[in-house]
């Protein structure tokens, strides 16, 4: 096997888990945004974005990057809490 194919099949490898983070980045940012205007269109967004997170994250398990999906994981889980204080916030002024 050369360089590039090593180099190629690095990306390859590492794609689930740049997918995953970029998912988990997505769902924080709607997350925040429905903490701040939350609306049933906001927060239905933000759960959807977390879903697709977790998906991804699940695929992304299966890689050798363990650091970056911890933090891939802790970022997830702020976003949780991010969607849980707009559903509070929410219910509060209903």
């Not at 239905?44 to 991804?56: N, V």
């Not at 949780?80 to 204080?85: A, D, K, P, S, V």
Request: aromatic share 2%.
């Amino acid at each position: 096997m050369n360089r590039h194919d090593r180099m190629e099949e690095s990306r390859q490898d590492q794609s689930p888990l740049r997918d995953a983070q970029g998912a988990v980045q997505n769902a924080l940012h709607a997350a925040k945004q429905a903490e701040s205007h939350p609306s049933d269109t906001m927060l239905k967004q933000a759960e959807q974005s977390l879903q697709h997170a977790y998906h991804g994250l699940d695929g992304a398990a299966q890689t050798d990057n363990e650091k970056a999906l911890a933090e891939a994981h802790a970022a997830y889980r702020e976003a949780q809490e991010h969607l849980q204080q707009a559903n509070q916030q929410q219910s509060r002024e209903n």
